[in-house]
């Protein structure tokens, strides 16, 4: 704290440390030089974000940010055609938008930007009641 105070810096800020940084940092600690090649492997091979998401408890965002520093092509992989006529099926006949998920292997947000984008009408929360 008199270090602090000497230096001029405020007893919450650490010379050097951006907020930026600062989540970037502590997920390099968490995870080993190991895991991370493990982590990048899979992704390479096809394995999707949300299920890496899952197996290693990462932020969705921490591990866009792991695989970008670590040079990895990301792929966008939105529904073809013929997937967004089967999830406006799935969703018509009473599934949720994060079973079809599931069922593509894409995210919760990628089934809902597709179904809006074909002009389907969300049910109201809570699913179908039918």
Do not use: W
Not at 98 to 122: K, M, P
Request: net charge positive; charged share 20%.
């Amino acid at each position: 704290m008199e270090l602090q105070k000497l230096a001029g810096l405020s007893p919450n800020s650490v010379a050097g440390n951006s907020p930026s940084e600062h989540p970037a940092r502590l997920l390099r600690r968490r995870l080993s030089h190991t895991l991370v090649a493990e982590i990048l492997e899979k992704y390479q091979s096809g394995a999707t974000t949300p299920s890496l998401c899952t197996e290693y408890s990462l932020s969705k965002g921490g591990l866009l940010e792991l695989l970008r520093d670590e040079g990895a092509q990301l792929r966008c992989q939105p529904l073809t055609d013929v997937q967004v006529r089967e999830a406006t099926a799935l969703y018509s006949n009473g599934k949720s938008l994060a079973a079809i998920a599931d069922h593509f292997g894409v995210s919760y947000n990628g089934v809902r930007q597709a179904l809006v984008r074909a002009g389907i009408q969300r049910r109201p929360r809570g699913g179908s009641r039918t």
